[in-house]
């Protein structure tokens, strides 16, 4: 699962946001898709090691089998702008839902929902304000390690896909999962594990675990690293700010001289020389402060 990239995208997401999310589920349609035969005569599957060559080959041309995926565990990092959950609720186990929002693939919609998939358009998510603040961040830090969609044509084939986990309860007895694009229901069926949690103690509803830098009580959502250096940062910029103005201004040099001094100004090869009258008095030059 590439644990390792995995524990530098969830500190990212906590020390600048102060939430991150592990999405850990098994998706029965993941994995390459296996061929598994079928007794013709009362539809049973028949285990590999039972066929020989020419009972496969057989088998074969009398399509009795099945094309299937094994299955596969998927697992990832969210950040806080993937998961919506219900006002009111403090604790990820105690709220009745959640909603978790991927950007996917057309490949990945053909290879779990062939059907749906035939009809399913690419989102114009370009001009999201998502999109747009990825982008900004991406020309602040550089592109290397930083892999954000940049340009157009990374969302030429994305779709927005959302999933709806509903708790088991006395509307629903077995929970809901439902899947959607924008305008399409991919998915509407029973919660995937819902007799698990009715024979267990303690029930787990949600395929995610909620990590928080800095808790804060009574609310749900943790203060992150860079929320305390706001107020210093602000500070810091407006003092560069300054600073900078103020190098603008003393950029000249400044001098004094009696109105008397009847100054002239020439110019050679090593700089400029000031001649005045002796009975004026002499300029002086003005030390600027430092910045």
């Known amino acids: 699962f590439n644990f390792r990239k995995e524990k530098r995208e969830l500190g990212m997401w906590l020390a600048t946001c102060g939430n991150a999310f592990i999405e850990t589920d098994f998706n029965p349609k993941a994995g390459k898709k296996q061929r598994i035969y079928k007794n013709p005569f009362n539809a049973e599957p028949v285990h590999p090691t039972q066929l020989r060559p020419e009972d496969k080959a057989w088998l074969d041309k009398s399509g009795a089998f099945e094309e299937k995926a094994p299955g596969d565990i998927e697992q990832g990092v969210l950040g806080p702008f993937q998961v919506f959950v219900p006002p009111g609720y403090t604790e990820l186990d105690k709220m009745p839902w959640i909603v978790i929002e991927h950007d996917r693939s057309l490949e990945w919609l053909w290879d779990n929902y062939p059907d749906q998939a035939k009809v399913v358009t690419p989102d114009e998510l370009d001009a999201t304000p998502e999109a747009q ?6 020309t602040l830090v550089g592109r290397h390690g930083f892999s954000m969609p940049g340009r157009g044509d990374d969302y030429s084939e994305i779709v927005r896909v959302r999933t709806m986990w509903c708790r088991p309860s006395s509307r629903m007895p077995k929970g809901r999962k439902i899947v959607t694009t924008k305008s ?18 303690t029930e787990i509803v949600f395929p995610i675990r909620h990590f928080r830098y800095c808790p804060v009580p009574g609310r749900f959502w943790a203060m992150g690293l860079v929320e305390h250096l706001l107020a210093p940062q602000r500070e810091y910029n407006k003092t560069r700010q300054q600073a900078m103005q103020m190098r603008d201004i003393l950029a000249v040099p400044q001098w004094i ?8 100004n020439t110019r050679n090869n090593y700089g400029d020389i000031w001649e005045y009258s002796i009975n004026g008095g002499k300029p002086e030059m003005v030390n600027p402060p430092a910045l």
């Open 184 to 201: 399409l229901v991919l998915e509407n069926i029973p919660h995937p594990h819902h007799a698990t949690m009715a024979a267990r103690d």
């Open 133 to 138: 603040y990825r982008r900004r961040i991406a």
């Open 257 to 264: 001289a009696p109105k008397s001094a009847e100054l002239t």
